[in-house]
């Protein structure tokens, strides 16, 4: 085995939906892995040196629940890393495993159940602190409420900009074949919709969806012999901020910032605006994407909303962003969002994104946050070459 | 078309027969010790109703809620300051929501309140102030629950209130 080079050689995924309730997650899974394995010309059993698998307990109502993933992979008896956190992590493990020269070929697992979570805002009100924040006993997304508008009153970014964001993403998933939550909607649509924790509203936030994504690593070596067409991961960062809400910082996404930075001088990219031609961030609630985008230095600080009203960041824009639909599209897939952008960067760097194909898909830059409480984050980037 | 989906199986039409997996109403019990800094932070409120933060010498940070360690120089803080309860609101939002998601009948005030010169601060309501007029850089001050009523927890502090002060 030669260290070297990393590609994603094949994509499986179910359609990402509000409700399941026709398979159970092994089947959802095994769906996803065997569409993987089909794209990527291998078979599992043979092929496969290893396994990562990400989930967090939690978000599925069990105990050490990610040792539950590898018979619906087809990976019982191989090597298998469990990854509590979003999927670009387990994407990063996989890639390092590889780029060691400590093996060939890696399967990366992620899923969501989301709807099988009755009580989710319960368990995501156990995140924050138990003895400093917890006893206050509030909707988790008065923390978003107060990230939202700290961030704005430091940019000067507008709510109507946010909006904007959830407009685009929205229309975008209705070119999207598996997005769930695509819709035509207007900037008062959002405005006006429910309050949830000023000022965010509930079209500010992206609801959960179930589905399943699977990859498929390989070394440069092994990806050269397989048939299909290798989608290279150029650089990968990552960061975590303090865990304390009272100090970490409101108003910029520095771990977001970080990770890129990370990831550019992995990938030898210097001018980010100008070597990206399109990006997946995360839109977990609609200012996340502005906010991620200044972080990631897609465009200058307090400017992400001037970017989006000028329409730069739609489809037909210079700098296509969530074209997929994003997480407000496509809908939230708990530690699954990651891979989801990883997937939409991968399907247009083969050109094989449908009616949402872009012409000049080059080098693509997929982003993930951890969700709230947190501040933390990944960067992944992928090129065609 | 609509955003609006179905998003919990249980709000689905559908038959229900006996759906269980075991005994209901289950619950998982654990307990989260303070440790050595949240212990007397919070006896300092209680019994002296104050607020006292950790200071790192090296770095020049007063860490609020206090830790024994600095998340910088990774140096033990053994240092203890008083920290005036005077500070102002670093960001906000008025919570519509309760944890079911059903509309509240008055928006709950929540804030980021920080300190001059201090790494840190609290998370907590804020009172005796309307929506309207709250605003990013308000002065607020701490009021803590009668010293009979209090428990040595976060809640010793009942919110945090306009303040006039310098």
């Known amino acids: 085995m030669s260290a070297g080079r990393v590609a994603i050689v094949g994509v499986g995924y179910t359609p990402f939906r509000p409700i399941t309730p026709d398979v159970s997650f092994r089947e959802m899974v095994y769906e996803a892995a065997a569409k993987a394995y089909e794209d990527a010309g291998i078979e599992p059993q043979k092929d496969l040196d290893a396994c990562v ?164 690593l390989a070394s440069e070596d092994r990806a050269r012999s397989l048939a299909g067409k290798p989608v290279w991961i150029k650089g990968v960062g990552w960061c975590s901020e303090t865990p304390w809400l009272e100090s970490r910082n409101w108003g910029e996404a520095v771990y977001a910032k970080l990770a890129a930075d990370m990831a550019y001088r992995i990938a030898k990219i210097n001018e980010p605006r100008e070597d990206i031609d399109f990006a997946e961030v995360d839109d977990t609630f609609s200012y996340k994407e502005l906010q991620h985008l200044e972080a990631l230095g897609l465009c200058q600080r307090g400017m992400a909303g001037r970017m989006t009203s000028d329409g730069v960041t739609q489809r037909q824009g210079e700098l296509p962003v969530n074209v997929s639909g994003g997480s407000l599209g496509v809908g939230h897939l708990v530690e699954a969002t990651g891979l989801q952008k990883v997937l939409e960067v991968v399907l247009q760097l083969r050109g094989e994104a449908g009616k949402r194909q872009l012409d000049n898909a080059r080098v693509g830059l997929a982003q993930s946050w951890r969700g709230i409480p947190y501040a933390s984050g990944a960067v992944a980037i992928l090129s065609r070459e | 078309m609509s955003a609006e989906k179905v ?46 933060g950790t200071r790192c010498q090296k770095c020049q940070l007063v860490y609020l809620p206090p830790r024994i360690y600095c998340e910088r120089c990774f140096a033990e803080l053994k240092e203890w300051v008083e920290v005036e309860g005077k500070g102002r609101v670093h960001s906000y939002t008025a919570v519509h929501v309760d944890l079911d998601g059903n509309r509240l009948n008055e928006p709950i005030l929540m804030a980021i309140v920080e300190f001059p010169g201090i790494y840190g601060g609290f998370v907590h309501k804020l009172g005796e102030i309307e929506p309207r007029d709250v605003r990013i850089g308000l002065k607020v001050e701490v009021v803590l629950k009668r010293e009979e009523e209090r428990e040595g927890s976060i809640l010793d502090i009942e919110y945090f209130k306009p303040g006039m002060f310098d």
Not at chain 1, 121 to 131: S, T
Not at chain 2, 13 to 32: A, I, T
Request: proline share 5%; charged share 20%.
């Open chain 1, 53 to 216: 698998t990400c989930q967090d307990d939690f978000e599925h109502g069990r105990s050490i629940w990610n040792e539950q993933t590898p018979d619906s992979l087809g990976a019982v008896l191989k090597p298998v890393g469990t990854i509590p956190g979003d999927g670009i992590y387990g994407l990063i493990d996989a890639y390092m495993q590889i780029r060691s020269g400590l093996r060939n070929v890696v399967v990366v697992e992620t899923h969501s159940k989301a709807s099988n979570m009755i009580t989710r805002n319960y368990l995501l009100a156990h995140a924050p602190d138990p003895i400093y924040n917890k006893p206050l006993s509030q909707h988790p997304y008065y923390i978003a409420g107060m990230e939202m508008n700290r961030f704005l009153y430091e940019t000067g970014n507008t709510k109507e900009q946010c909006a904007m964001v959830a407009v685009k993403n929205r229309r975008n998933a209705l070119s999207n074949p598996v997005a769930a939550y695509g819709q035509k909607s207007a900037v008062e649509d959002v405005l006006g919709s429910e309050m949830i924790s000023y000022p965010l509203t509930e079209l500010d936030t992206s609801s959960h969806a179930d589905g399943g994504i699977v990859m498929v």
């Open chain 2, 7 to 52: 998003t919990q199986l249980s709000q689905t039409k559908r038959m229900f027969g006996e759906l269980s997996f075991g005994p209901q109403d289950v619950k998982l019990y654990g307990q989260y010790t303070y440790g050595i800094a949240g212990e007397r932070f919070f006896r300092e409120i209680k019994d002296n109703g104050r607020i006292m």
